[in-house]
């Protein structure tokens, strides 16, 4: 499972509704109990990968991180 926002948000609220998806989504699973799928998040802003760990993804797609590594590649 992939969370993440991108249309007609800005980078910081994308990833502030993500987290709050996140974290609404984990409060669910917890109730239903069985086997939980992987989640994860894209984010915007490497800065909210800390937070994003304190809420339970399994991993983390970062779009900032990904542009850099390209461009450094291109180089």
Known sequence: MLLGYRAGLSPED???RTLLTLMLLQRELDEMGG???RVIVELFD?????LAATSG??????????A??????LA
């Open 14 to 16: 994308a990833d502030g």
């Open 35 to 37: 086997a939980r799928p």
């Open 46 to 50: 490497a800065d909210n990968v800390d």
């Open 57 to 66: 993804a399994d991993d983390f797609v970062v779009s900032d991180a990904i």
């Open 68 to 73: 850099s590594r390209l461009m450094t590649q």
